[in-house]
């Protein structure tokens, strides 16, 4: 594609701190369990992710000179993550999140200190216009600062991918929505974004094609175990996903993702694209971390035939 090598991504990266009880969770009370240290943040996620499918990725974060930042950095090192392009500010914290999950590995709870995204500012994102445009596309999650996030979409030309995060910082982007190629909303989001409620199959039609009319090219709107529905201006396609024991579902929206950009990059058709997307996201909810480090092209594909998908 127009030989540019690379995807980039402005968006979140933290300190991910897990804690999961060994029985029923109870309120108002010390739960014995186990707790796990791990690295997160949308945008970061995404990012590792497409490293690990053999994707060249720039990712574009605010991290805290601090012990959290340089291991967020040296990991990315590893996994051949370019973090080259983020910004580190001397006297904040890393951003840190906290979650809680149920005993069937849900989030029960959670709490995140993002404070240090505000450093990043509409300066800062102005020298990084050359690096974004020529990438293939970029993925922007909802972490950042709202007047940077619209003067991204409004002044760059690149085809724009929307992680919209959760469903508080969806309505961040409400008015702004044409400017993304791309959208992955859950059904929730999707309800907030539109103003429509979904109740059946033609509900999840008329808000798809809410987006498309407003400037959306493609919209996946992410069902849980009722699968994923698809809509652009040729294409409708609703796909069941296979019954699987969840382990952690935290990063499965952020594998999910990243399927959507690894196909997008390699020029795959829908229905190869929703495949990935759906294995990759399996992969994740089946493995306790919020990555699974064992995600590749062909440990997917693998898992896709098992499923028979």
Do not use: W
């Amino acid at each position: 594609m127009k030989g540019k090598s690379y995807i980039t991504i402005v968006g979140g990266a933290n300190i991910d701190i897990i804690g999961l009880p060994h029985k029923k969770l109870r309120m108002k009370d010390s739960n014995p369990g186990k707790t796990a240290i791990t690295l997160g943040g949308v945008g970061r996620n995404i990012g590792e992710n497409l490293s690990r499918l053999g994707i060249n990725t720039k990712l574009i974060t605010v991290l805290g000179k601090d012990v959290y930042g340089k291991q967020i950095v040296e990991e990315g090192k590893k996994i051949g993550l370019d973090m080259s392009e983020s910004l580190i500010v001397q006297d904040e914290a890393t951003s840190t999140y906290i979650a809680i999950l149920d005993k069937t590995g849900d989030m029960n709870l959670a709490l995140s200190s993002m404070d240090i995204f505000e450093k990043m500012t509409i300066a800062f994102i102005q020298n990084k216009q050359e690096i974004i445009e020529n990438s293939t596309l970029c993925i922007i999650d909802t972490n950042i600062p709202i007047e940077v996030l619209k003067y991204i979409v409004s002044n760059f030309k690149v085809d724009f991918f929307l992680d919209t995060v959760s469903t508080s910082k969806a309505e961040k982007v409400k008015d702004i929505l044409g400017n993304f190629h791309t959208i992955k909303p859950n059904k929730l989001e999707a309800e907030i974004l539109s103003g429509i409620e979904i109740v059946d199959k033609k509900d999840l039609k008329k808000v798809a094609t809410y987006f498309l009319d407003m400037g959306v090219k493609r919209v996946f709107i992410t069902l849980g175990e009722d699968g994923i529905y698809y809509l652009d201006k040729q294409n409708e396609v609703y796909m069941k996903v296979p019954e699987i024991s969840t382990i952690n579902a935290t990063g499965a929206g952020d594998a999910f993702m990243a399927g959507l950009a690894y196909s997008y990059f390699n020029g795959l058709d829908i229905e190869s694209t929703l495949k990935i997307a759906i294995g990759a996201s399996l992969m994740t909810l089946e493995n306790e971390n919020t990555i699974n480090s064992n995600i590749s092209v062909e440990n997917i594909e693998k898992r896709i035939k098992e499923m028979g998908l």
